[in-house]
């Protein structure tokens, strides 16, 4: 294990992520926290190429690249987190089975190439595999019972958001008024 002196990109890493913050529990918890963080970023992968290809296929240009995007620039921050750690991903994954590394393999670089394939299609033919009818929800000629749907799902959810946010203070503000465990214990 390498360890490379922390610059100004490192420090502002280690604010952002608190790793002596009691939020991470302890180790088991924290061990938890990882792998399920683990799992939500290979699902996102997973995800944003399915997307990418979703979004190729229907003759989208711009949403298939920022998927990609958002799938890449998480990818490449791990491996960069873990280098810095020394700690060599990819040598990591050569250590997985064939069978594991060609499922791998054929789903990433399978995905890239269905969404560059339809993208290229768009290109080259000015419409995607399937075409989508255009919707324009956009502007107060449009005032169908889809339009009015949308809107109040948007509004609905952004209500449910602000509820969400205040039950969450709440919630936290009760709980650090609590006396903690150990406090418990001299109260008898």
Known sequence: MTK???????RAVARMMDLDSPTY????????????T????TLAI???????VVAAVLGQLLVPVVLLALM?????????????RGVDVADMGSRASRK???????SIFGGLVLTCGAMLYTLLVGHGLV???EVDLTGPEHEGVLRSA???ALVGGAGGALVGAVISARKRRRTAAEPAGDDLDDLD
């Open 25 to 36: 529990g302890d180790e088991r918890e924290r061990a938890v926290f990882m792998e399920d």
């Open 150 to 152: 949308l809107t109040g």
């Open 100 to 106: 594991t590394r060609a499922g791998v393999a054929a």
């Open 46 to 52: 997973y995800l944003g190429l399915a997307g990418a």
């Open 4 to 10: 490379k002196t922390p610059g100004a990109l490192d």
């Open 131 to 133: 075409p989508v009818p």
């Open 38 to 41: 683990a799992f939500g970023q």
């Open 72 to 84: 890449w620039v998480p990818s490449v921050a791990s491996i960069w987190y873990a280098s810095r």
